[in-house]
């Protein structure tokens, strides 16, 4: 029986391998495809396949930016009755690790050589303000908040980052992971904290 067994697993481990690559070069072979959607892009290189993007026309890419795995990335034209006209623009030499999502529908800009880590959020948009008539609508159908948000180059985002609308991060800022970023911050800021505050300048 073991021997048997061994058998089986030398017949079925190669069978496997050659069901992988063909997976992975139909996978490839959209991802290819999927590019030419884009209003400009440069190499875009997936550690996984799973990515979601919505609005590719709207989006400007450049060259060498590498995203993980579940990475979402939204630029919405419509929320029920209302249209938008988003730009979504990144720099060259950007990396999103695992599990991120960047949604616009105004303007979301990111600089050259950025590096983002996992968990990371950024929005330009709420769903509505924080007033007596938008609460009286389900946060789904409240008309959207928007306020550009633009972070500068070899900016710097730790583990589980939110940044929200109308921020703009100057270049070579860190922002310490778990920090709700509310406000703007200057070039070569150290940032953390909930709201985020600086801690030290580099």
Known sequence: MKIIKKIELLVA???YN????????????RHNEFLKCFASVGNFTCKCYDYRII??????IGNN?????????????????????????IGDDVRVEDYCHIACVENVEIGNGVLIASKVF???????????EDTKLPPIRRPLYSKPVKIGDNVWIGDNV?????VTLGNN?????NAVVTKSFPDNAVIAGVPARVISFL
Do not use: C, T, W
């Not at 930016?65 to 979402?72: I, N, T």
């Not at 709420?126 to 007596?132: K, P, Q």
């Not at 800022?173 to 992971?177: K, L, R, T, W």
């Open 13 to 15: 481990q190669p069978v």
């Open 18 to 29: 050659i069901f992988k690559r063909i997976e992975l070069a139909v996978k490839q072979k």
């Open 55 to 60: 609005g590719a026309q709207y989006m400007e």
């Open 65 to 89: 930016f590498v995203v993980g795995k579940s990475f979402r990335m939204e630029a919405i034209d419509r929320h029920y009755d209302f249209l938008f006209h988003p730009k979504l623009k």
């Open 122 to 132: 950024i929005s330009d948009h709420l769903h509505g303000r924080v007033n007596n």
């Open 162 to 166: 939110s940044i929200l609308p109308g």
């Open 173 to 177: 800022v860190i922002v310490g992971a």
